[in-house]
């Protein structure tokens, strides 16, 4: 999975299929903003569940 960028924001999503929990580490430009937490189930998150998580990170912060 690759970064997702959103008006000058870029979304660096990681995860670990042992904890089964991940992070969507926010930037904005070069600048580290803030980590999104989030679990999982399965081998690895799906897609919809990352980008619903960067929509909603979006409409909260007016992005």
């Known amino acids: 999975m690759g970064a997702i ?7 660096v999503p990681e995860y670990s299929v042992i904890q ?9 430009r070069e600048e580290f903003i803030e980590e999104i937490q989030f679990q ?6 799906e897609l919809d569940q990352i980008e619903d998580l960067v929509d909603k990170y979006c409409e909260l912060h007016n992005i």
């Open 20 to 28: 089964q929990n991940g992070a969507i580490h926010v930037y904005n």
């Open 5 to 11: 960028e959103r008006s000058g924001f870029r979304f």
């Open 40 to 45: 999982f189930a399965g081998k690895f998150p």
